[in-house]
């Protein structure tokens, strides 16, 4: 019998709740530290958005908006991501005061095709700088991520980095200076998203979208470049000098690798088949991927100086990144990563309910979070009850006496804590 609608959710969401709530709890609240640690602040903006706003920024990307009509016939879209709303509060309030630094952690929506880490509802994490032309931003973005990725628990993760005016140098140079540059880039981001078949899909995409055999053949030798960040950099300038884009490019990414601290370079890859999707970005563009697990990228962001004046504000520099939450969960969960709750939750059970739930009140008032539980009286249910909720411990409580038992570690703090409650009780 086929299933009613009723108790259905839509292809691409989803209902998270128990171990996995509190897994994505641990890495917003991780990605939100990280942003503030840099000095950025929180930023509200509509989940409704009028159509033009998002109008002419996102190439392809363009399809994916949802689309919908108010009850007065005014074309709206639910947000496809947070940059352009970002452009739009620019140009609405150009009295902020610049450099303009915020976050925001928020849903989005694209009526894409649902895949693993891959929602049609989801939540962005962005941060972004507008207001700052020095390269010092691109670099903190890259410190930024690496931060990010490496607080929420991931050893092993790489940074992927280009640059706008280097896809421009390579399409000119391998095309003509008539070449399609933007059908160059998205050629790029079509097969690394999509086709994911690396220079082989690079080159089927490239040959379906109109470049010649010769074009693809140059291309070949470029796309392989490989190795230490800055030795790649002279590879390709040696290839291809004397193209001022290209060589733009190759300078500013010189001078934003130089910033870095070398435990972060040594996370670093110059990839120059990476194009992201969006048309708005101009300079230094980036992904994050965790080697191991095959989710795509867990981040992304770049350079976009000239996105607030195409949304109606004045000419702005600005630069920034998004932490991609589903695909970093995925990450995790793959990977069997555990959160380590520095405030872990207990259950406590007792046969005198109202010692039990009186006990349960003053060791919440020490700071303690306690689920009390009244239909459990024996400690193996309590226990398997404590488990499949991924509590820290459980606590049995009757009379004056308590006792713990550990369902997973829990810092010291936590026994000091308890200790407190227990002298409370008298």
Do not use: W
């Amino acid at each position: 019998m086929k299933q009613s609608t009723r108790h259905m959710i839509p292809p691409g969401t989803a209902d998270i709740f128990g171990a996995k709530m509190r897994l994505r709890e641990h890495a917003l609240n991780v990605i939100e530290h990280t942003y503030k640690k840099f000095g950025f602040e929180p930023l509200s903006t509509p989940v409704l958005e009028n159509a033009i706003v998002f109008d002419g920024h996102h190439g392809e990307g363009e399809k994916l908006l949802f689309n919908l009509n108010d009850k007065n016939g005014n074309p709206l879209v639910l947000r496809y991501d947070l940059t352009v709303p970002l452009a739009r509060v620019m140009g609405m309030y150009p009295q902020l005061m610049r450099p303009f630094k915020r976050y925001q952690l928020a849903l989005s929506f694209r009526d894409d095709e649902p895949d693993k880490g891959h929602f049609r509802e989801f939540i962005q994490c962005d941060a972004d700088a507008v207001g700052i032309s020095d390269l010092t931003a691109d670099a903190e973005v890259i410190m930024m991520a690496a931060t990010g990725l490496e607080k929420i628990g991931f050893g092993s993760y790489v940074i992927r980095v280009n640059h706008r005016g280097i896809l421009k140098g390579i399409a000119e140079c391998i095309g003509g200076y008539n070449c399609d540059v933007l059908k160059f880039q998205r050629s790029l981001d079509f097969a690394d998203k999509v086709l994911k078949q690396g220079i082989e899909g690079i080159k089927s995409d490239l040959a379906e979208k109109g470049f010649d055999q010769r074009s693809i053949n140059l291309l070949l030798p470029i796309l392989g470049l490989n190795g230490d960040p800055m030795h790649v950099l002279d590879g390709i300038f040696a290839m291809l000098m004397d193209h001022v884009s290209l060589n733009q490019g190759v300078s500013d990414l010189r001078k934003i690798l130089s910033y870095l601290p070398k435990e972060i370079y040594n996370h670093v890859e110059i990839d120059f088949t990476l194009a992201r999707g969006a048309d708005y970005y101009t300079g230094f563009i980036l992904e994050g991927v965790i080697p191991e697990i095959p989710v795509g990228a867990v981040l992304g962001g770049g350079r976009y100086d000239n996105l607030i004046a195409a949304a109606g504000g004045k000419s702005e520099p600005a630069v920034g990144m998004a932490f991609g939450l589903e695909r970093i969960i995925t990450a995790m969960e793959e990977l069997s990563m555990m959160v380590n709750d520095e405030n872990p939750t207990i259950l406590l059970f007792g046969v005198n309910k109202q010692t039990a739930i009186t006990r349960a009140y003053q060791m919440r008032r020490h700071d303690i979070m306690v689920d009390y539980n009244p239909n459990i009286m024996i400690l193996s249910e309590a226990v398997e009850y404590a488990r499949t909720r991924g509590y820290s411990a459980v606590v049995c409580c009757d009379g004056l006496e308590i006792a713990i038992t550990t369902i997973k570690p829990t810092p010291e703090s936590f026994y000091q804590k308890m200790s407190e409650a227990v002298r409370s009780f008298a």
